[in-house]
Nanobody
């Protein structure tokens, strides 16, 4: 089991930036893919970005490409999501997830076994 703890959420104005962090602990060797998903009330959980811990190969949803960047620090077992040019439609609870797999990274939540508790991001217009 991998424990994931997100931090960095908050309230920001349109056009602003936030950086989310996800610290992993426990059996981290059992997961080589880390990802961020987001969810708003009444909607399904949506893939945002994912990264391979070893190679650093990454992928992102079209809706955030050019604005969000995922990165990792393996020494700290931490994954980051740098979010720039935020829009009101980015408002959601953001979840960190982990799994074991190959590239290309799975983008459906059912493929991920480990989840954090989520952190709220609110973008005001």
């Amino acid at each position: 089991q991998v424990q994931l703890v997100e931090s960095g959420g908050g309230l920001v104005q349109t056009g602003g930036s936030l950086r989310l962090s996800c610290a992993a602990s426990g059996r981290t060797f059992s997961s080589n893919i880390m990802a961020w998903f987001r969810q708003t009330p009444g909607k399904e959980r949506e893939f945002v970005a994912g990264i391979m811990r070893n190679s650093g190969s990454a992928t992102a949803a079209d809706s955030v490409k050019g604005r969000f960047t995922i990165s990792r620090d393996n020494a700290k077992n931490t994954v980051y999501l740098q979010m720039n040019s935020l829009k009101p439609e980015d408002t959601a609870v953001y979840y960190c997830a982990a799994t074991f797999g190959v590239f290309p990274i799975a983008t459906i939540p059912e493929r991920f076994e480990n989840w954090g508790q989520g952190t709220q991001v609110t973008v005001s217009s």
